[in-house]
């Protein structure tokens, strides 16, 4: 990077944008708002007005590609009280988070084309009290955004910025001319979905849908590659701005993903093109927590495209993170997505599989804790001296409890909160005058992570081995052991931790257990068909999210999954950390990473569509030359052999990490993924820090 985007990067991570920031509160206007029985849309659409209207146009120096938040606070209305009525009767309310907009629809129509389609409606549907509510709202939020963007116009001539001041007249009122002006239309667009009650605004298939203003420029001669490179680069610091105030577990989750490469909707032919590969230079260059790069690959995908993505894992990010067509599409087509939607795919926040444009689904509404099944039918089936088949039943009638709790507290969230910014930038919905909550989207289906699949698998295994089969630890002796968290009995946890069979190796034994766990996962989910309100399927996922730590360090009061709240059979001291979705059981001995892939390539992900990477820590040592680059890449081609569904691997150093945790002030810039998203690893709560060092350092 040149040392204008240097001085650019430094500006950010300093917070001197913060300096602009207003202490301002903006107040829902909620006494007229009752007054006049405003509708929910219009509340939501006012306070939308009245961010707009409050924020003030910032221009940093020698900026590009600009929008810099100035008001901290989201506005959210008063409920209607007829919605009051509904909650106190125990209904809950469901916003929109974690879904991609149609960016390319929002762009290249340009807002003021938008407004005209949803004016169109309003005209046509004048007899449908809901649709002239949600287009009013529309045609309101478009207003507040155009008004905006005038005075950010206003304010790049003010400062002596008339290019700049010709882009913004342009965009985002209409289609773009140029790749610079799609870049602004969208960093706008994008800041704007942010200033609604939302969270985890993912960015989609941005290689695909900014891909025609790159190649127009590039042909007409109006930019050359490095021109564009510049551009990416100020765009891509430009995310990290802001992203403090963004809503998540900690700063950097907060859904800023991109997807590249994949396959074409209209036919499967492949996607890959200039910018696929730009992208990942500019990444690779601009070293920031956001964007998070994702990476659709098959086992078809060109080895110098994997070398490029190896090299940028090389960088420590946390990311790219691979999700494989040859599996993901059907499995989403299995699911009931048509094959174009399937085609389509990108990722929410994390990992989790969602549809751009045409999708609001849900994809965490909870977590199946896999250790608490096998840990609970393990305690309960010996002490009623059960086999192990009747234990094994007992684990899958815990994971089917478990996907009813959660199904039927689903069904209860029935309140559906408008979104009319969204509903602008969704496909079909203004078409339709119909807000993207409540009725506009395609799809509405919930997912939920499968999380401790590892752990549980362990812990089953070793029993089936060591009390059934060899009868070399009693019953009685390991119902004293996870009672009092092996406190008087180490060798029998070492045992346990040592010695029984792990995920992670390659070994049936212990891996059939796992895909067994799965299937009844998978069976509990398609159990419920026409019991979950507005879905139609509820999908089985394989992450864990903020559930590597919750579910065995929080009380049982604290949440709504089972919490494992002492040891565990696999040699897992009470409160000891379980893996980070799939990925083997801390602290126990693997034989390398091929074998770990083998261990999760046999999971049926043709029913487990939601989800959730295979997690893979390599020490930076395995990044030390070009041909190690390439084994690297070679890992990720056998990834996508084997049909493993989504690979996340990381760099890490232990030493690095131990010396961040005890002297911060040396490490200020130093970048760990912690699920599904990186973050700045000395600001990192202790126990993700913690579980960070604690995870598997792989070689090769």
């Known amino acids: 990077m040149n040392e204008r985007l240097e001085a650019m990067k430094k500006h950010v991570r300093d917070r001197e944008h913060a300096k602009s920031r207003q202490n301002v509160e903006v107040q829902p206007d909620n006494g007229r708002y009752e007054r006049e029985g405003v509708s929910w849309h219009r509340r939501m659409s006012d306070c939308f007005r009245l961010l707009m209207e409050a924020e003030k146009p910032v221009i940093l120096d020698e900026e590009r590609i600009v929008f810099t938040r100035t008001i901290k606070g989201i506005p959210t209305p008063a409920e209607p009280p007829e919605v009051r009525a509904e909650r106190a009767k125990g209904n809950g309310s469901v ?78 009122a209409n289609p773009p001319r140029t790749f610079h002006e799609a870049l602004q239309s969208f960093k706008f667009l994008h800041s704007l979905t942010w200033m609604q ?92 927590i956001d964007p998070k790069i994702n990476l659709r690959v098959s086992k078809d995908t060109e080895l110098d495209l994997l070398i490029e993505a190896a090299n940028l894992t090389r960088q420590g990010l946390g990311f790219p993170q691979y999700a494989n067509d040859d599996v993901e599409i059907q499995a989403l087509v299995n699911a009931g997505y048509d094959i174009e939607d399937a085609r389509d795919y990108t990722v929410a926040a994390c990992w989790e599989f969602i549809i751009p444009g045409v999708a609001v689904d849900v994809p965490n509404i909870n977590a199946v804790n896999f250790l608490a099944a096998a840990d609970t039918a393990i305690r309960e089936g010996l002490a009623e001296q059960d086999d192990f088949d009747g234990i094994m039943a007992r684990a899958r009638q815990s994971i089917f409890d478990q996907v009813d709790l959660y199904v039927a507290n689903w069904r209860r969230w029935s309140l559906y909160h408008p979104f009319p910014w969204y509903t602008v930038l969704m496909t079909g919905c203004l078409e339709t005058g119909q807000d993207a909550n409540r009725g506009g989207a395609k799809y509405y289906n919930c997912g939920i992570h499968g999380s401790g699949s590892a752990n549980g698998a362990d812990a089953l295994a070793a029993v089936k081995k060591f009390v059934f089969e060899e009868g070399s630890i009693e019953r009685g002796d390991l119902m004293t052991a996870l009672v009092t968290n092996f406190e008087n009995d180490e060798p029998l946890r070492q045992k346990l931790l040592t010695e029984g069979p792990k995920v992670g190796n390659n070994d049936d034994y212990v891996d059939s257990i796992m895909v067994r766990l799965f299937d009844d996962f998978a069976d509990a989910c398609e159990s419920h068909k026409t019991d979950i309100g507005r879905s139609a399927v509820v999908r089985a996922g394989t992450g864990s999210a903020m559930y590597y730590v919750s579910l065995v360090r929080c009380k049982q009061e604290e949440m709504m999954e089972p919490v494992v709240e002492g040891a565990s059979a696999d040699g897992r001291h009470k409160g000891d950390f379980i893996g980070s979705s799939l990925a083997p059981s ?50 990720i081609r056998t990834f996508a052999e084997l049909g493993c569904q989504q690979l996340q691997i990381n760099t890490l150093n232990v030493e690095t990490l131990k010396d961040a945790k005890a002297h911060p002030e040396r490490h200020k810039n130093l970048i760990v993924r912690v699920w599904g998203w990186s973050g700045y690893f000395c600001e990192l709560d202790e126990p993700y820090q913690e579980h960070i060092i604690g995870r598997h350092m792989l070689t090769m």
């Not at 390319?104 to 549907?125: F, N, T």
């Not at 941005?206 to 590659?225: H, K, N, T, V, W």
């Not at 999760?600 to 820590?617: A, H, L, Q």
Request: with cysteine; glycine share 8%; charged share 25%.
């Open 95 to 172: 916003g929109v988070g974690n879904i991609s907009a149609n960016w390319d629809l929002g762009v290249s129509q340009g807002l003021l084309k938008r407004r005209e389609i949803a004016a169109a409606s309003l005209e046509r549907m004048a007899d449908d009290p809901e649709a002239v509510e949600s287009m009013t709202a529309c045609i309101e939020v478009i207003d507040a955004a155009l008004d905006l963007a005038k005075r950010y116009a206003d304010e790049a001539r003010r400062v002596g910025q008339d290019d700049l001041a010709e882009i913004l007249d342009h965009v985002p």
């Open 197 to 288: 009650p939302t969270a985890h605004v993912t960015l989609g298939r941005f290689d695909q849908y900014m891909l025609p203003y790159y190649e127009a420029d590039i042909a007409a001669g109006r930019i050359s590659e490095d021109d564009a490179y510049e551009l990416l680069c100020e765009l891509f610091i430009s995310f990290n701005k802001d992203n403090d105030l963004y809503p998540g577990v900690q700063q950097g989750d907060n859904g800023q993903s991109i997807m590249l490469g994949g396959v074409k909707p209209e036919d499967g032919s492949c996607a890959v093109n200039a910018l696929t590969h730009l992208i990942m230079r500019v990444s690779h260059d601009v070293n920031m």
């Open 586 to 635: 801390p602290g126990v001995k693997i034989r390398g990473p091929v074998s770990v892939l083998q261990s999760f390539s046999k999971i049926d992900y043709s029913r487990v569509c939601n989800g959730g990477p295979i997690t893979m820590e390599l020490t930076d040592t395995v990044f030390r030359d070009e041909d190690a680059i390439r084994k690297v890449a070679m890992l």
